[in-house]
């Protein structure tokens, strides 16, 4: 079983720019996740798509991030302007019914913001 | 406003021996308890998971405890491998609600 896809893997960009991700889900799975790790600090939730509905989008910082997932599959997440904070790793993760335990994470999209 | 704290930063322990990372929270409405480890360029996956009507549960070399009076969950390893050696989370969830995940703790298993 093909596990979740990311990308690209690396970006870097400068301040004010834009920038966009994409995640593939395991075939499937209906629930989607976009989290935000810091350096040093463990991921935080940004937005979960339950087939193609939001489910939460609570600390997603609307002014400048965006996601979407269109046809309940794949999934993209953008920055417009990004900023120096916006530095970390993007992970996506993917269950079949949103169970914590059953989330399966991709190997991530390191954002660096110059 | 850190809900959920892990205090160790790294930790080092030899081959064979016991690792114990520890986890501590203040959300006295998580009822669902996780471990992830993290390998360099790899996102997390799942270890092991605790119910909050339980205070321990096992599988395998791993053992995760909860402590609810001390908002307190520590994970043992035994014994410790070289393979073990990654980034370990601890997160907790109230109810059906997000993921709330630790800083994170480096183990380093040395031979």
């Known amino acids: 079983e093909a596990g979740v896809a990311q990308s690209p893997r690396y970006k870097i960009i400068e301040k004010r720019q834009s920038v966009a991700f994409w995640c593939n889900p395991i075939s499937g799975h209906a629930t989607l996740y976009w989290y935000q790790q810091i350096l040093g600090q463990g991921p935080k939730l940004l937005i979960q798509f339950q087939n193609n509905g939001v489910v939460d989008d609570s600390q997603l910082p609307k002014d400048r991030f965006s996601a979407e997932r269109l046809k309940g599959v794949d999934s993209t997440l953008k920055i417009q302007p990004a900023k120096l904070e916006d530095s970390a790793v993007y992970l996506c993760?993917?269950?079949?019914?949103?169970?914590?335990?059953?989330?399966?994470f991709g190997p991530g999209t390191r954002l660096t913001v110059l | 406003d850190q809900q959920v704290k892990q205090n160790s930063p790294s930790l080092s322990v030899q081959e064979g021996r016991i690792s114990i990372l520890n986890c501590d929270y203040t959300n006295s409405m998580f009822d669902y308890f996780l471990w992830y480890k993290k390998y360099p360029a790899e996102g997390p996956t799942f270890l092991i998971s605790?119910?909050?009507?339980?205070d321990k549960n096992e599988d395998g070399r791993f053992t995760v405890f909860l402590n609810k009076s001390a908002k307190h969950l520590s994970l043992h390893i035994v014994p410790s491998q070289p393979g073990d050696s990654a980034v370990y989370f601890c997160a907790a969830s109230a109810g059906a609600q997000k993921l709330v995940f630790g800083q994170g703790t480096r183990l380093t298993i040395n031979p």
């Open positions: 993760a993917s269950s079949w019914s949103g169970s914590y335990n059953e989330q399966f």
């Open positions: 605790i119910s909050s009507i339980k």
